[in-house]
Structure formats: structure tokens, C-alpha cells
């Protein structure tokens, strides 16, 4: 079965994404109930050069071996003859279950994405982000709307499951020493204090500049990490002289956050406090009688 609309205003993406839907069909058949593009194709800021095709597969169940072997030869068959986009598409093959119970539930997912090959692992909770963003602005290729399958998720849970994936960038940024990593984690930092200041998701280049306007001091590092994730093909380069101020914008960008949740809590609970105290008066005091 073809895709219900032409997804993009690119004829040879549209293309790419006809073929990919007729591979995984020939492989699944009627196990595939649904395929939905999101990222940069649908939130916009789409580079022809460097952005990565995102795609999510709902399956009626899950992906036993047969189908894994056969998914996995069509994934390298399908980066062998379209060089181009090698290591730049991600698809999630994930069960309608599991879908049902993204919020509560963790669940075992084939997926192949950029730096990792064709794989099973763990989809744990702080994929909510994606999954939210796919209910809301996800673009149907095959199948229902993505939110006939996916659990019905919240503004607020959206904005609690990006402070906990914000807090966890302390320690997965250890692990992200490559030039292309690192601007990864400068433009996902900025996606997290946009989140935090607007209440959305945006795409890496529109959170981006948004930062560079809001935080001037980091505004040379946030345009690099955009240079950096355009020339991501170039390894000719000293990965390790650039990772102190990653580090240290990371490090800012968490504090950022934490500072902001701190804001609205005062703001919610500023009719129950004490007349001059705040809400850090009022936890220290309470740290103060605990010791």
C-alpha cells in the first residue's frame, strides 16, 4: 500500500520514505499498522546535508527473529544503495502495547539510528519526549492517526519528562566526547531551555537561535555546534580542545533548568508562602530542621 499523502515538500525524500514503507511492508505485512514521520521534517529546519529522517513503526506485535533478520539485511541494503543516508534514518519498531503503555511501562524495541546499528534495547520512559511529540505532530505515512495507538500524554508530563532527560545530560555528556556528539548535546540543551521557557518542542536550528538571542555569552558556541553538526563527516579535527566548553554549556544549560523549575513552583505556591519568603527560604529552613 502507498503512502496516504505526499509527507514533504522534498519529491526525493517523499520518494525515499515510499521506498522505505514498501520494505518494511514486504517484510511485515500486515503487522505493520502504522508508520509516522516526525523531527526535522515536520518541525521544520530540514538540512538536506545533515538532518536525519525520523520515523516511528507501529506493529499489532512485537518483532520476533525472523522479522529482525530480515528487517536488519533492509536497513544495510538500504544504506549500501542510498549512500547519502547512511547513518541518518531512525526508525523505532515498537508494539501497539507497548504504545498503550509508554507512560508506565518500559518495552523491548528493534531500532536503528544514527551511530548505532540495526538493534534491540530498552525503550525506557525518558523516550516520553518522543512519543509526545509524535502524538501531537507526527505525520501519518501509513495507518491511523498516531494518537489511535499512542497513550495519551499531558503538557505537563511532557515538560516533567524533559527536566528529568535534562537533569540525566550530567552524566551522559561523559560518553559524548566526539565533535559530533557535542553538538548534539549543545543543541539539545537549547531544545531544553526553549522547552522550558515556551512550553514546546522545537526543532535543534529554531531552539538554536533562540538561545543565541537569549544567552549571548554562549552565542559563539551554540553557532559552532551548528557548524559542527553540518560538517558532521569531518573527523579531521581535535574533539577533545572543544569538550571543556560543551561540558560547561551543559552544565549551564542543566542549572538553567533547574533554576526555571524553581520559578514556577514559587509562582504556583506563592499564595501559600510566608509574606517575604520564598520557595528556597522556605527548603533550606525545612533542610535546617531535618539536620
Known sequence: MKMQTDPTPYTDINQLLEL???GIQKILGEKLVGLYLYGSLVTGDFDNESSDIDLIAALSSGIDDRDFTHLQKMHNDFAN?????DDRIEVCYISVAAL???KTHTSIVANISPGEPFHLKEARKDWLIDWYVVGEKGRTLFGPSPKTFIEPISKEEFMHAVQENTKAWGE????????KEQAFAILTMCRALYAYKNGEQASKKQAALWAQKELPEWATLIQNALLWREAWRDENVDHDATFPETLRFVRFAIS???NETIRKAQELLRPYLPEGRSLSDELIAERRLED
Not at 172 to 179: A, G
Request: with cysteine; hydrophobic share 35%.
Open 172 to 179: 551522559w555528556i561523559y560518553d559524548m566526547h566526539k565533535r
Open 100 to 102: 498503550r503503555t509508554v
Open 81 to 85: 544503495k542510498h549512500k547519502q543516508w
Open 20 to 22: 522505505l514503507l514498501a
Open 256 to 258: 538553567q533548568c533547574e
